[in-house]
C-alpha cells in the first residue's frame, strides 16, 4: 500500500510560510502487520492478548497524536492487536515489556491497546531496536484507556538504525481519576514522527508526558503533543527536553486544549532545546486554546546553545567544551529516562547514547 | 497575589484612595459612535472591477506607473485565495463595498477651512486640542482622502517631510515613494495586500532626515464615517542614519449594520542607528473588518518600537513584522488586545532576524470577555545568517468569563545555534483572591474587577503618551462595565 498525506497536524493552523501546520509524509513500499509480543513471562494480574481485533472496536475513534490521516496505516494491523489489560484493583508492579527488533529493511506496523481497569496500575514499555546502519520503516499505535483511579505508564524506547523511519502513534483516554503518563526516548532512526494525543474527558483525570531526544547526523524528528481538557479539574503536564547537532531537524508542536466546562482544570508544557551546531533547524508552536475561563494554563520553551556561565563553570573545572555539551545533553535524556522503572532499559539506553553521542 | 498585574491593582487602588478618587471619568461611547451624511460626496460603486480601479486611478490623477501598480494588484487579488488559517471573514464581500468616498473638500493646512461636520468629528475626537498641546504635525483622514495636514514650522524647517502621500507622489520625493512604496508589503503577501495595492487612497509620507530629533510624535487619525465602504490609506515612513522619531496612529468609526473593512498599509524604514517609536490605538467600530498590514525594516544598530492598543473591530488581522536586517538592529512589540461581545480580534506580531546580533522582545496581554475571542499569533525567525541573536517572547491571557475564548499560537523557527530565544505563556482568570482582597477594602467587585484588568494592561499603556494611556484605560473601564 502507498500513502501520501500529512500528519502531526496542528490542532490550530498559523502562517503557512512556517511549515509547521503539518508534516508532510508519503511511502509506497508494502507494510506487514507485525505481532507485540511480551518479553519474558506476563506479570500476574495481567491478560495479554496477541489478536484482540474484537475488543479493538471499543477503542476506535480515540484521538491519536499523529492523526486519522495515520489511518489507512494502521488497518494492517487488523488481526494483529494485542490488548494488555491490568485487572480491576491490581497494582503490577513489574513492567510489562515488549521489545520490537526490526530486520534490515523490514516494514511492519504493530498497535497495541492498554487498558487499567478501575483501581489498578500497570506500566508498559516499548523498545525498539535494530542493527545500527539498518533501513526501514516501522509504525506503532498505542492506544491507553486509564479506568476510574487507574495508572497507566507508557514507556516508549526508540533505538532503532540510522536508516530507519518510524511512525509512533498513541492516544489516551482516562476515566474519572485516571492518570496517563508517557515517557518517551527518541535516540534513533533517520526521521521520527511521534504524536501524542491525551483526551481527559474525566473529573480529575490526569496526563504527564516527558519527552527526551537526541538528533545527530541528518537525523529529523517530528512531535505533535495535543492534550484535551474537558473534565473539571483536569491536569496536564508535558516536557520536551532535546539537543540537536549536525545538520539536523527538529519541529514541536504542543497543544493544551482547554474545552468549555473544563472548570477548574491547569496544564503546563515546557520545552528545552540545546543546539550545538550553526546547520540545525528548530521549530517549535506551543500552542494554549482556551474556552473556559476557570483554568491556569502556562507554556514556556528555551532555545539556545549552551549558556556562557555553565560552560565557564564547567571549563573552569577542567571540562573542555565538547565535554560540557555531551554532558548536557546527556542529561536531558537521563532525565527522562530516570522515570523508567527498569534498569536493564535505562542501560540500553545510555550505552546507546554513549556511542552515539561521541565527537570526531 | 503573586502577579505583578494583581500587585499593580492594589498600586492602583492606593493611588485612588490618595486622590480620593478611584479611577479616570467614564467616557461617553459617542465620542467614537456618532455619524453625519455624506453631504455632496463622492462615491465609486460597490465592488472590485478593473473599470472601478482604472477610474480611481484617473480620479485620483496617479502616475502612469501606479495605475499600471494598481491594476496588476487587482489581477494578484482575484488570484490569490483567502487564508486557511485566522477568523472566519465569510460575511465580508467586497461586491458591497465602496472602496472610495470622497469628501466634498480639498486637504487644508488650517482647521477652520475644513468644513463644519468634518471638523466637528475631530475635534470631539481631540485631534486639534492635542495638536495644540503635545504633537509636531497632524494628519486628519476622513473616510479615503486627508482632509487636513500640518506640521510646525520649526519642525519643518529641520527638514522633516510630513505630508500626504497624494502630494508626495508629484512632489520633490516622488522618486523617493516610487522606490519605497510596496517594497516591503509586496501585493504578493495576502489578498488584502494585494486589494490594498488596487485601491489604496490617503495616508501620509514621512521623512526624518539624518541626526534629526522629534521632540514631540507626529500623528495621523482615520476616520471612516462612510456606511459600507473601505478606508486603504498609505503610511510609508523613513527615518534616516541617526534619526528619532515618535508617530502616532489613531483610528475609529461610527457603527453601521452593515461590513466596513478597513486595509491600510504601513512600511517603516528605519535606516543605520535610527529610531522608530510607532504607536496605535485603534478603536473601529464592531461592525468593521480590520485587515491591516503593518511593516518595518532595520537597518545596522537601529530600532523599532510598536506600542498596539486593539480594542475595536468586528474582526482584526493584525501582526506587524519587524525585518532586522542590519546587524545590532532591535525591535520591541508592546501590545494589547481586547475582544468584547462580537469581536474576533486575531493579533501578535512577526520578527524576522536575518543579521548577527539582532535582538527582539514581544509582551502581550490579551483579554477577552463577553464572549469575544481574541487570538496571540506570532512568529520569530531567526536566519541562519542571524548568529548572536536574542529573542524574547511573553504573552499573557485573560479571561473574564466562560462565554469568551483565548488562543494562543506562537511559532518559532531557529535556524542557527548560537542564539538565546525564550518564550512564556499564561492564560488564566482574574483570582478571587485578588478580588477579594480589594473588595475587603471598600472597593465594590465591578472596581476591583476594573482596576485587576487596568493592572494587567498598565505594561502597554505605560508605554503610551499620557493622554493615550488614559484614553486606553477609559476604554478598559468602558468595556469591563456590567461585566458582573
Known sequence: MGIDTTINNIPALTWNWLKINNAPFSYSAAMNAAGSAVKGTVPAGVSYTADADAEADAYRGIETGAGKNTDSIFETTAG???????????????????????????????????????????????????????????????ICSAGKNAYIHLVKVQLLGSSFTQIDDTGTVCEEGGRVEVTQIILGGKETYAGVAAALPSYQSSFKSDTAYLCLNGQKLDMNYVVRHTGRKTDSKMSVKGTLRDTTAKTYRGTIDFKKGC?????????????????????????????????????????????????????????????????????????????????SVVTLILTYLDKAFTYE | MNSSWEREAVRLMSDANDSGK??????????????????DFYRN??????????????????????????????????????????????????????????????????????????KDTFEKLGIP??????????????DSELVYHNVRDEVAKQGVVYTDFESALWGPYADMIREHFMHLVTPRDHKFAALHGAVWSGGSFVYVPKGV??????????????????????????????????????????????????????????????HLRYSTIENWSKNMYNLNTKRA??????????????????????????????????????????????QNLDTGAKMVHKAPHTSSVITTKSISKGGGISTYRSAVYIAKNA??????????????????????????????????????????????????????????????????????????????????????????????????
Open chain 1, 80 to 142: 494483529h492487536t494485542a490488548l494488555i489489560k491490568a485487572e480491576k484493583n491490581v497494582h503490577v508492579s513489574a513492567p510489562v515489556r515488549i521489545d520490537f527488533t526490526q530486520d534490515d529493511r523490514s516494514s511492519t506496523v504493530s498497535a497495541q491497546i492498554i487498558r487499567a481497569e478501575e483501581g489498578s496500575s500497570i506500566t508498559v514499555i516499548l523498545v525498539y531496536t535494530s542493527g545500527k546502519r539498518a533501513s526501514g520503516f516501522q509504525a506503532v499505535r498505542t
Open chain 1, 263 to 343: 472548570a477548574g482544570a491547569t496544564g503546563n508544557e515546557q520545552e528545552e532545546t540545546l543546539l550545538l551546531s550553526p546547520t540545525v533547524v528548530n521549530k517549535s508552536i506551543p500552542l494554549i486554546l482556551c474556552d473556559e475561563e476557570d483554568v491556569a494554563g502556562e507554556h514556556g520553551a528555551t532555545i539556545g546553545r549552551l549558556g556562557e556561565d555553565t560552560l565557564f563553570y564547567m571549563q573552569s573545572r577542567g571540562i573542555s567544551k565538547k565535554s560540557a555539551e555531551q554532558i548536557m545533553a546527556r542529561a536531558k535524556v537521563t532525565s527522562a529516562a530516570s522515570l523508567i522503572p527498569d534498569e
Open chain 2, 22 to 39: 478611584t479611577q479616570v471619568n467614564d467616557i461617553d461611547r459617542s465620542i467614537y459612535d456618532f455619524r453625519y451624511d455624506e453631504k
Open chain 2, 45 to 118: 460603486d460597490p465592488g472590485l472591477t478593473e473599470e472601478i480601479v482604472s477610474k480611481l486611478s484617473d480620479d485620483k490623477h496617479d502616475p502612469a506607473w501606479m495605475k499600471e501598480f494598481r491594476l496588476k494588484s487587482l489581477a494578484i487579488y482575484n488570484e490569490l485565495k483567502l487564508t486557511n488559517w485566522g477568523p472566519d471573514i465569510g460575511d465580508l464581500h467586497m461586491e458591497h463595498i465602496a472602496t472610495y468616498v470622497r469628501p466634498n473638500t480639498k486637504m487644508q493646512g488650517d482647521w477652520k477651512d475644513v468644513p463644519q461636520d468634518i
Open chain 2, 129 to 142: 486640542e492635542a495638536e495644540r498641546t503635545s504633537l509636531a504635525g497632524v494628519g486628519a483622514q476622513y
Open chain 2, 213 to 274: 530629533h522629534l521632540t514631540f510624535p507626529l500623528q495621523s487619525y482615520f476616520r471612516l464615517n462612510a456606511k459600507g465602504a473601505g478606508q486603504f490609506e498609505h503610511t510609508l515612513i523613513i527615518v534616516d542614519e541617526g534619526a528619532d522619531l515618535h508617530f502616532i496612529e489613531g483610528c475609529s468609526a461610527p457603527k453601521y449594520n452593515v461590513a466596513n473593512i478597513h486595509a491600510g498599509c504601513v512600511e517603516l524604514y528605519v535606516a543605520k542607528n535610527a
Open chain 2, 297 to 342: 525594516k532595520v537597518e545596522e544598530g537601529g530600532t523599532i518600537e510598536w506600542v498596539s492598543g486593539s480594542f475595536g473591530s468586528h474582526v482584526s488581522y493584525l501582526y506587524p513584522e519587524s525585518d532586522l536586517v542590519g546587524e545590532r538592529a532591535r525591535a520591541e512589540f508592546t501590545g494589547i488586545t481586547f475582544a468584547g461581545s462580537g
Open chain 2, 387 to 484: 548568529a548572536g541573536s536574542k529573542a524574547s517572547v511573553s504573552c499573557q491571557s485573560l479571561m473574564l468569563d466562560s462565554n469568551s475564548r483565548s488562543d494562543t499560537i506562537p511559532a518559532m523557527e531557529v535556524l542557527t545555534d548560537d542564539v538565546d530565544v525564550g518564550h512564556e505563556a499564561k492564560i488564566g482568570r482574574i483570582s478571587n483572591e485578588a478580588v477579594f482582597y480589594l473588595m475587603s477594602r471598600g472597593i465594590s467587585e465591578e472596581e476591583a474587577r476594573s482596576m485587576i484588568v487596568s493592572g494587567f494592561a498598565n505594561p502597554v499603556s505605560k508605554e503610551l503618551p499620557l493622554e493615550y494611556a488614559v484614553e486606553m484605560n477609559n476604554l478598559i473601564r468602558l468595556e469591563m462595565k456590567g461585566t458582573l
